[in-house]
Structure formats: structure tokens, C-alpha cells
């Protein structure tokens, strides 16, 4: 079965950097399109970034020019680098997969993974 598993939350200083991955198993990554979401204490989910098979890339403006979505197709495995970071970002960050096309509704994704807790402290 499909599964993606999240790594690389942890808390950190406002300002300082985290780079999470996710690796995938039980599917043909190089065919889905992978995606960062995050949910905040008393929010919803909300899209982050989204990378397509092709590289295409797509990123929420709360997150723009601070955060880098990125894939490495032999590893199996997607990347958010995040930069410059504010306690608003603290979240629980899950990755998600759909085949081939890019989207920023989280309905439209098929798999999930089980979350990583990133806690970023003024």
C-alpha cells in the first residue's frame, strides 16, 4: 500500500531554517504530484507548495520566497526547505500525492502522510 512518511520537523528560533522530507513507497513516484500542507492549533489545513512530475511549482503567498519545494525522483522523496521562519508558521506539516497534476485543494489528494510538528519560537 501507499505510504508517505514525513521527517525533519522540530522546533526552532524565529528566523532559523528546517528542511522537511517525505519519502513514498508503494507507488511510481515519478508519475504524482506531491504536495505540503499544514494545519495550525484551532485551524484548518492549508496548502504550503506543490511540485508536479514535470518540476512545475505552485506556493501558497503566506510562504513565498521563504520556502523551496523540491523532489528527488531516485530517492523517492519530496523536500520543503523553509527559510526565514515566523511563529506563525508553526504547524503540524503533512505531505500528499496525487497522480500527475498539481493541485491546492486538499481534497484533491489521494494519500497523506501522518504529519510532522514544526514549533518556531519568538
Known amino acids: 500500500q501507499v505510504q508517505l512518511v514525513e521527517s525533519g520537523g522540530g522546533m526552532v528560533q524565529a528566523g532559523g531554517s528546517l528542511r522537511l522530507s517525505c519519502t513514498a513507497s508503494g507507488l511510481t513516484f515519478s508519475s504524482y504530484a506531491m504536495g505540503w500542507f499544514r494545519q495550525a492549533p484551532g485551524k484548518e489545513r492549508e496548502f504550503v507548495a506543490t511540485?508536479?512530475?514535470?518540476?512545475?511549482?505552485v506556493y501558497a503567498d503566506s510562504v513565498k520566497g521563504r520556502f523551496t519545494i523540491s523532489r528527488d525522483n531516485a530517492k523517492n522523496t519530496v523536500y520543503l526547505q523553509m527559510n526565514s521562519l515566523k511563529p506563525e508558521d508553526t504547524a503540524v506539516y503533512y505531505c500528499a500525492a496525487r497522480r500527475l497534476f498539481m493541485a491546492i485543494r486538499e481534497r484533491d489528494y489521494n494519500f497523506w502522510g501522518q504529519g510532522t510538528q514544526v514549533t518556531v519560537s519568538s
Open positions: 511540485i508536479n512530475a514535470g518540476g512545475s511549482l
